[in-house]
């Protein structure tokens, strides 16, 4: 059908339709590769960790009350009645009277559930332990199952690895996960007057910035990206290398040609293709106004602006949330993982009712009060204002702007 017109729809609604696509599916994987990745199934913990009372330091294992009160004035006297080693199991029951040399790790031996450190001991000979500093129960020990308890929900489906999250399954004698796989995205340049980054500078070409750009952010998505290079103003060639894209790919982007003009072909390639539809074509954000969504049976194609800073604040907006999504990464897209800076803002920011605007800031921080929110103004073909920018500041599309000394949230970008 015949696509000449922009239907400019919100940015949630916009959302909610990169929220109808699936997500990529599972697959199982080391937990060393699992890190950054979302779990596509509940964790339960196999067992009790640690497995048993465990001191947290060199000293005596005792029983809390057979050091009450004791001071370095009034010291308690105790019998060593075994030196225990980091991986021995005591099968022997501390007496009333008694402690236990112990090492950092080791378990504690039944009818002890304290220890001393040993900075606060002094032995004396003949197995006489000089207590210099009383203890309380459960004092410098690991309780059984303090970390996790066996049958415990460790992490639910959804949850995203980090470092921390190996760390654990590792203790815990987990070596694979189920993970949602990392989504395959294509990259697609468009435009005859793109040519390669290595080509030398005249008057009608652009080089291709953008798949250098889009690449960078997929990755620290946690995608894969695939870059099929510059592809003219040609309808055929389009349709060629975008075929093979979907087919070899979860989510495709194109930047350029994303727009209302002669040349424009995206919307046109995409509804060319079987199974096909255009969901939207322009969303209520500035800058990235143009984006497309398109659907090739059930994989997603976007269109993106060539314009060098649009393409990167829709990549950041919309794009990099919907890759989160697809991994099914909970509240992709509620701006929880944000860093959020607040500052004060140093001029009167104007905003055009109806859509929401993404604007680039400049950080001066000052001793002992907020920092200086100032906007970096400049055309949308222009790097500089991404550049120079500390990050962004979103104005809602119902508000007008926001005031000199209002304090703002800063997104680092």
């Not at 005792?62 to 225990?84: H, I, K, M, Q, W």
Request: some cysteine; proline content about 5%.
């Amino acid at each position: 059908m015949s696509h000449d017109f922009f239907k400019i729809i919100s940015r949630v609604d916009f959302e909610a339709l990169l929220n109808s696509f699936e997500s990529v599916g599972t697959k199982r994987v080391s937990i060393s590769d699992a890190f950054g990745l979302v779990l596509g199934e509940d964790i339960i913990s196999p067992e009790d960790l640690p497995p048993a009372n465990r001191s947290c330091m060199d000293g005596y294992a005792v029983n809390a009350r057979d050091a009450f009160g004791a001071t370095e004035g009034n010291p308690a006297y105790l019998e060593c009645s075994a030196t225990l080693k980091v991986d021995e199991n005591p099968e022997f029951e501390l007496q009333p009277g008694e402690c236990a040399a112990i090492p950092t790790g080791g378990t504690l031996p039944e009818g002890a559930d304290a220890v001393v450190m040993v900075e606060h001991t002094q032995e004396l000979g003949s197995g006489t332990i000089e207590i210099r500093k009383s203890s309380a129960p459960g004092e410098h020990i690991m309780l059984k199952g303090e970390d996790v308890t066996k049958g415990d929900t460790v992490f639910q489906a959804g949850h995203k690895v980090r470092f921390q999250d190996v760390g654990l399954l590792a203790a815990l004698g987990i070596k694979d996960v189920t993970i949602y796989r990392q989504p395959r995205v294509g990259i697609i340049s468009t435009g005859d007057e793109l040519v390669e980054i290595d080509s030398p500078q005249k008057v009608g070409t652009i080089r291709d910035v953008n798949s250098h750009t889009l690449r960078c952010l997929v990755n620290e998505a946690g995608a894969k990206a695939v870059n099929y290079g510059i592809v003219g103003d040609k309808l055929d060639k389009l349709m060629a290398t975008l075929t093979q894209a979907i087919a070899e790919n979860d989510l495709v982007l194109l930047s350029g040609g994303s727009s209302v003009g002669m040349r424009d072909l995206t919307v046109q390639a995409i509804e060319s293709m079987e199974d096909s539809e255009i969901l939207a074509h322009g969303v209520a954000i500035s800058p990235g106004k143009p984006t497309i969504l398109g659907r090739v049976g059930t994989k997603p194609v976007m269109g993106l602006p060539g314009q060098v800073t649009s393409v990167q604040v829709v990549m950041l907006a919309l794009v990099v949330p919907f890759i989160r999504h697809l991994m099914s990464e909970k509240d992709a897209f509620s701006g929880t993982d944000r860093m959020q800076v607040q500052a004060e803002l140093g001029r009167n920011t104007v905003s055009k009712p109806g859509r929401e605007d993404y604007v680039r800031m400049k950080l001066s921080h000052r001793e002992g009060l907020l920092p200086l929110a100032e906007p970096v103004y400049g055309k949308s073909g222009l790097l500089k204002t991404m550049i120079k920018a500390y990050g962004l500041m979103i104005i809602p599309a119902d508000t007008e702007g926001f005031y000199a000394g209002d304090t703002v949230s800063i997104w680092k970008i």
